[in-house]
């Protein structure tokens, strides 16, 4: 099976996805095509000896061959005639915005074309924090209170709290605020990236546990439930900055009950999300016993592979489950009765 790893796109989490694909490249044994979407939306083959991150911060990716996306997928000019890539399935890398928004879900189901990754309805669901809640709620999935805020508005909610952009992945623009002295600079880091804001009352010392799984065949895959190590909360810098390094995810040491307990919120998610076709991660909280949803991460970063015991069986399994949607075969019989009985003349 060739795969075709798109990545890029228009986003502040932009140069994470290329350190998604660059490690994709390392983890994923299979015969892979990558697939790079500058800042102008612009699509290019990159070859793979080519895939180190100082090759598109150089902009000698524009050098590549461009690719054009049509019906029956990814091409290139030829002389005479579009020449396919003819991928069997693409995996959309693409973080936050085009990617996690569905704009790249809904071009690949336009065409109708196998890829793993949300689809637009899904993504909808969870680009948007406030949309996620609302999901939660109807799957009787626990999260901590919220409100919404825009730049005009005041918090309600009593110090300390947490402060998110509402449509933004990656931790950034998020800030703990613990007094009044720190709420205005937070509050400009945060409408720096979005209109909107989440307002969450912010827990210290928190078990925050994640889980990352996917559907095939009517069966559950889940990955090993990791307790990541972090600060206040696991910002920018301890997700990415270490992203090279040797430290291996740590195992949550929890009891059998707990880990049933966010398999089944992660489930009932997963379903009432439509999220098929999708390798997510769902990152929780356990406060007093009880499993909190923190967010949803559609795209995590190079599909949360690390947590997998056999990645690449996994995807392909995932891959070789998708099935495409049914073409509608259309016949045009309303619009020839209507003509017939007109006597062959339908106009405005």
Do not use: W
Not at 302 to 331: C, R
Request: charged share 30%; net charge neutral.
């Amino acid at each position: 099976m060739k795969f075709g790893i798109v990545f890029g796109g228009n986003s502040y989490e932009h140069e994470i996805s290329i350190v998604s694909a660059v490690v994709m490249k390392k983890v994923l044994k299979a015969d892979l095509s990558f697939i790079f979407v500058d800042q102008f939306r612009n699509f290019y083959q990159i070859p793979a000896n080519k895939m180190r991150a100082t090759f598109f911060s150089s902009d000698e990716y524009k050098k590549c061959k461009r690719l054009y996306l049509r019906n029956g997928g990814f091409a290139t000019h030829g002389i005479v005639k579009m020449k396919p890539l003819n991928i069997d399935c693409y995996i959309n890398l693409i973080h936050g915005k085009d990617g996690e928004d569905g704009k790249i879900a809904g071009l690949f189901e336009f065409y109708n074309l196998k890829f793993i990754g949300p689809r637009l309805e899904a993504s909808i669901l969870s680009y948007n924090k406030e949309l996620t809640k609302l999901l939660a709620k109807n799957c009787e999935v626990k999260t901590l209170p919220y409100e919404m805020i825009r730049r005009e508005d005041k918090v309600q909610t009593e110090f300390p709290f947490i402060l998110k952009p509402a449509r933004l992945g990656s931790s950034i623009g998020i800030s703990v605020v613990k007094e009044e002295s720190e709420l205005d600079y937070a509050l400009d880091v945060a409408f720096e990236f979005d209109s909107d804001v989440l307002v969450e009352p912010f827990k210290s010392g928190v078990k925050e546990l994640n889980l990352a799984g996917f559907k095939a065949d009517d069966e559950f895959v889940f990955s090993m439930i990791e307790e990541p190590q972090k600060s206040d909360f696991l910002d920018f810098e301890q997700k990415y900055l270490a992203f090279g390094g040797e430290n291996k995810p740590k195992k949550a040491v929890i009891d059998v009950k707990l880990e049933q307990e966010i398999k089944n919120a992660f489930v009932a998610i997963y379903n009432s999300g439509n999220f098929d076709g999708a390798l997510i991660r769902r990152d929780f909280f356990v406060i007093d016993g009880e499993v909190y949803l923190n967010e949803i991460n559609p795209n995590p970063g190079s599909l949360a592979n690390y947590l997998f015991d056999d990645f690449s069986s996994s995807i392909k399994k995932l891959a070789n489950s998708i099935k495409l949607q049914q073409n509608i075969k259309i016949n045009y019989k309303f619009i020839n009765s209507i003509t017939k009985d007109k006597g062959g003349k339908l106009s405005s």
